[in-house]
């Protein structure tokens, strides 16, 4: 999920359409999903570490490469993680 949701986010942050809303519109909601596939999948990659010592250099190597592209999509698209998910984000501040 995270290569096609990444490619999507990209893509609409080309295709020169953000509609009315600055942080509200496809490309941060999208990017946003990526960032929680990736935290997803580091707390996943954390456990194979733990539980599985003889996987440490293929977790590692994971690991990494999710803390890189973590870094790169928040670089890329700053306002992500303001978007609001409608029925995920809503009730978060409250």
């Given at each position: 999920m995270i290569p096609v949701k990444s490619k999507r986010a990209v893509m609409s942050s080309m295709d020169g359409f953000w509609g009315e809303h600055e942080i509200q519109n496809d490309m941060n909601g999208t990017a946003k999903v990526v960032i929680k596939c990736i935290e997803r999948s580091t707390f996943a990659?954390?456990?194979?570490?733990?539980?599985?010592?003889?996987?440490?250099?293929?977790?590692?190597?994971?690991?990494?490469?999710?803390?890189?592209?973590?870094?790169?999509?928040?670089?890329?698209?700053?306002?992500?993680?303001?978007?609001?998910r409608p029925g995920f984000d809503e009730n978060q501040n409250q």
């Amino acid at each position: 999920m995270i290569p096609v949701k990444s490619k999507r986010a990209v893509m609409s942050s080309m295709d020169g359409f953000w509609g009315e809303h600055e942080i509200q519109n496809d490309m941060n909601g999208t990017a946003k999903v990526v960032i929680k596939c990736i935290e997803r999948s580091t707390f996943a990659w954390n456990g194979i570490l733990t539980q599985f010592p003889d996987q440490e250099e293929e977790a590692i190597k994971n690991l990494r490469n999710l803390e890189f592209l973590k870094t790169s999509i928040t670089e890329y698209f700053p306002n992500a993680q303001k978007f609001i998910r409608p029925g995920f984000d809503e009730n978060q501040n409250q």
